[in-house]
């Protein structure tokens, strides 16, 4: 057929060439209408995963996640696994593993948060589920089941929480919440702010009483764009905002020009945060190439797990500065409790008292029992919620001096931190002194 054609184009041209008669004068064109702009493609959760929002008007968080566009982008799919690689100081192996399943494996993911709890949705599809229950129940999730209503397979998480593998789902968060999604017999409607445009791949609101606000998410091979808008209650928090965020920048500037090995500048003039009233507007965006994108991106995820780490960290060691100090109240307190009629005092002296746990915890909590602090009834000393440190009491022979030490291992690397508060007391007068500061060696460790 192909050469048919070609030998009738090729007779034409002869016939025009050697003088043929002219073809009839063209009819001008009819006038076409212009295009309409094509529509935005609009994404929201699917029926499968939306059945299980339960979530009404006293919402604080609702988050949408495309995570099966998101992680077929080239910068997630390279990103991602590269951040689990290097996150041996937090994961260990077999939780990494789980993780990486649930990230190729999740298609959807669906949040809400109201003030009874927060319930977490991962459409994963049967296979998916499979998948992930071989990974993660044993690593990142107990082996052990509990019951929940409504649910034929639950692992417990914590006291309140729960995870449920429904057909081709998962649901994590508060126990309660998620049996009354089980029991619903109908969705509440997804809220407008979480439905997807383009190469939007998340979504979020968020209401509390000092603000609301949400933000999207877009992921291209030419940007990555995080767009922010809030709007704050009252106009002195406002201006307080406004000054944080100038003086934030500012230091991050200071920061920046003492880091010149990372691209901290670039990372800096990519936010933008703009207020009109009480109105905010923010934008975090790159404009390069899918691996500049990854470097910047990786550098910024870095500073940001160290400062979560050490926000942690911090947040954990104010046990042991808190309890120290409420041990030596105990001690100033059992020292002048009043005398009963024909007994002698509790306590005269300082007194050694023996190490509760008997050993260190190692990057865990320890549950005390009212048996392990049986040694201390003389200072009427316990600790009912769980530790990361280890107490104990080391007193000198005459009873004038002690040393009161917290001991932990918060990273669980074998390293110890110590935290010693030396007192003295005037057995005299009674008064006891303690040092104004703690002496602390590895704090962070």
């Given at each position: 057929?192909?050469?048919?054609?070609?030998?009738?184009?090729?007779?034409?041209?002869?016939?025009?060439?050697?003088?043929?008669?002219?073809?009839?004068?063209?009819?001008?064109?009819?006038?076409?209408?212009?295009?309409?702009?094509?529509?935005?493609?609009?994404?929201?959760?699917?029926?499968?995963?939306?059945?299980?929002w339960?979530?009404?008007?006293?919402?604080?968080?609702?988050?949408?996640?495309?995570?099966?566009?998101?992680?077929?982008?080239?910068?997630?799919?390279?990103?991602?696994?590269?951040?689990?690689?290097?996150?041996?100081?937090?994961?260990?192996?077999?939780?990494?593993?789980?993780?990486?399943?649930?990230s190729?494996?999740?298609?959807e993911?669906?949040?809400?948060v109201?003030?009874?709890?927060?319930?977490?949705s991962?459409?994963?599809?049967p296979?998916?589920?499979?998948a992930?229950?071989?990974?993660?129940?044993?690593?990142?999730?107990?082996?052990?089941?509990?019951?929940?209503?409504?649910?034929?397979?639950?692992?417990?998480?914590s006291?309140?929480?729960?995870?449920?593998?429904?057909?081709g789902?998962?649901?994590?968060?508060?126990?309660?919440?998620i049996?009354?999604?089980?029991a619903?017999?109908?969705?509440?409607?997804?809220?407008?702010?979480?439905?997807?445009?383009?190469?939007?791949?998340?979504a979020?609101?968020?209401?509390?009483?000092?603000?609301?606000?949400?933000?999207?998410?877009?992921?291209?091979?030419?940007?990555?764009?995080?767009?922010?808008?809030?709007?704050?209650?009252?106009?002195?928090?406002?201006?307080?905002?406004?000054?944080?965020?100038?003086?934030?920048?500012?230091?991050?500037?200071?920061?920046?020009?003492?880091?010149?090995?990372?691209?901290?500048?670039?990372?800096?003039?990519?936010?933008?945060?703009?207020?009109?009233?009480?109105?905010?507007?923010?934008?975090?965006?790159?404009?390069?190439?899918?691996?500049?994108?990854?470097?910047?991106l990786?550098?910024?995820?870095?500073?940001?797990?160290?400062?979560?780490r050490?926000?942690?960290?911090?947040?954990?060691?104010?046990?042991?500065?808190?309890?120290?100090?409420?041990?030596?109240?105990?001690?100033?307190?059992?020292?002048?409790?009043?005398?009963?009629?024909?007994?002698?005092?509790?306590?005269?002296?300082?007194?050694?008292?023996?190490?509760?746990?008997?050993?260190?915890p190692?990057?865990?909590?320890?549950?005390?029992?009212?048996?392990?602090?049986?040694?201390?009834?003389?200072?009427?000393?316990?600790?009912?919620?769980?530790?990361?440190?280890?107490?104990?009491?080391?007193?000198?022979?005459?009873?004038?001096?002690?040393?009161?030490?917290?001991?932990?291992?918060?990273?669980g690397?074998?390293?110890?931190?110590?935290?010693?508060?030396?007192?003295?007391?005037?057995?005299?007068?009674g008064?006891?002194?303690?040092?104004?500061?703690?002496?602390?060696?590895?704090?962070?460790?």
């Amino acid at each position: 057929m192909w050469q048919k054609t070609l030998g009738l184009v090729g007779s034409a041209l002869v016939a025009l060439s050697c003088g043929a008669a002219p073809a009839p004068a063209a009819k001008p064109p009819e006038p076409v209408a212009p295009l309409a702009p094509a529509a935005p493609a609009l994404r929201t959760a699917s029926a499968e995963l939306a059945r299980y929002w339960q979530f009404g008007e006293k919402t604080q968080l609702a988050l949408y996640a495309d995570m099966d566009s998101l992680m077929h982008t080239d910068l997630f799919a390279g990103l991602v696994p590269g951040i689990l690689e290097n996150s041996e100081e937090f994961l260990k192996s077999a939780q990494k593993d789980c993780l990486l399943v649930l990230s190729k494996q999740t298609r959807e993911m669906l949040a809400g948060v109201d003030p009874h709890g927060g319930v977490l949705s991962l459409l994963l599809g049967p296979e998916g589920v499979k998948a992930a229950r071989g990974a993660c129940v044993g690593s990142l999730f107990p082996v052990e089941r509990v019951t929940v209503a409504g649910a034929d397979e639950a692992y417990g998480l914590s006291r309140r929480d729960v995870m449920v593998v429904q057909p081709g789902v998962i649901l994590l968060g508060d126990k309660q919440l998620i049996e009354k999604v089980l029991a619903a017999k109908a969705p509440i409607a997804l809220p407008a702010a979480l439905t997807l445009r383009d190469d939007q791949q998340l979504a979020f609101r968020v209401k509390l009483n000092e603000f609301a606000g949400g933000g999207v998410m877009h992921v291209s091979p030419a940007r990555f764009r995080l767009a922010l808008e809030v709007d704050v209650n009252d106009d002195n928090v406002a201006a307080m905002v406004d000054y944080k965020s100038k003086q934030l920048r500012d230091e991050a500037r200071k920061f920046a020009g003492q880091r010149t090995d990372l691209p901290l500048a670039k990372l800096v003039d990519a936010v933008d945060v703009q207020r009109q009233g009480k109105h905010f507007t923010g934008t975090f965006e790159l404009r390069d190439s899918v691996e500049s994108q990854a470097h910047d991106l990786g550098v910024l995820v870095g500073l940001s797990v160290y400062g979560v780490r050490r926000y942690i960290q911090n947040a954990k060691t104010a046990e042991v500065r808190n309890t120290l100090g409420a041990i030596v109240l105990a001690f100033d307190a059992s020292l002048h409790e009043p005398k009963e009629p024909g007994k002698k005092p509790a306590l005269s002296k300082l007194i050694s008292l023996p190490a509760v746990p008997s050993t260190i915890p190692r990057g865990v909590k320890y549950q005390a029992s009212a048996d392990d602090w049986k040694a201390w009834a003389p200072i009427r000393f316990s600790m009912a919620d769980p530790q990361y440190f280890q107490y104990e009491v080391l007193a000198a022979k005459d009873g004038k001096s002690a040393e009161i030490i917290g001991r932990g291992d918060l990273d669980g690397n074998g390293k110890s931190s110590v935290y010693r508060l030396k007192v003295v007391l005037d057995t005299k007068t009674g008064v006891m002194r303690a040092e104004e500061v703690i002496d602390e060696t590895d704090p962070l460790e």
